[in-house]
């Protein structure tokens, strides 16, 4: 990932005209681009089964569940609150970095005016995060 990140600093460099010192941040920001490592994050947050399950609440083969005040504890706590996913247990890298897990976590680390965005239209979610990944530049 890291190699494929300097490569898109180098064509966003050649695109500006920019030196190798200068930061090239702002110059994302000029030409309405976000990083890798953002995009990556955006078209997991996307995928159709965290959509599916925050619409219809279904899944194929997957284990993802809201969390709730009655499944993890007696009392009230954060996460509860905050619509968060909770992923399924993984043992091994290779599950704990599948795009069901991951996206839970990249999920929950989402804002809560994104996770109340009407998820009947695909478009406004992917507006609304692409301007949330957007924004941190």
């Not at 110059?27 to 994050?41: A, F, G, S, T, W």
């Not at 247990?89 to 109340?116: A, E």
């Amino acid at each position: 990932m890291s190699e494929l990140l300097r490569l898109q600093n180098k064509a966003i460099r050649i695109i500006n005209n920019v030196s190798l010192h200068d930061h090239i941040t702002p110059h994302y920001v000029n030409l309405d681009l976000i990083k890798l490592p953002d995009i990556v994050k955006l078209y997991i947050c996307q995928l159709h089964v965290l959509y599916d399950h925050l619409i219809d609440e279904k899944l194929l083969n997957y284990t993802l569940s809201l969390v709730s005040v009655s499944e993890q504890h007696n009392y009230a706590t954060r996460s509860a609150s905050l619509q968060h996913l909770h992923p399924s247990f993984s043992r091994i890298n290779i599950k704990k970095f599948c795009p069901t897990v991951i996206g839970c976590y990249y999920w929950n680390d989402l804002p809560l005016s994104i996770h109340t965005v009407t998820w009947q239209q695909e478009n406004i979610l992917k507006k609304a995060l692409y301007q949330y990944y957007f924004a941190q530049y």
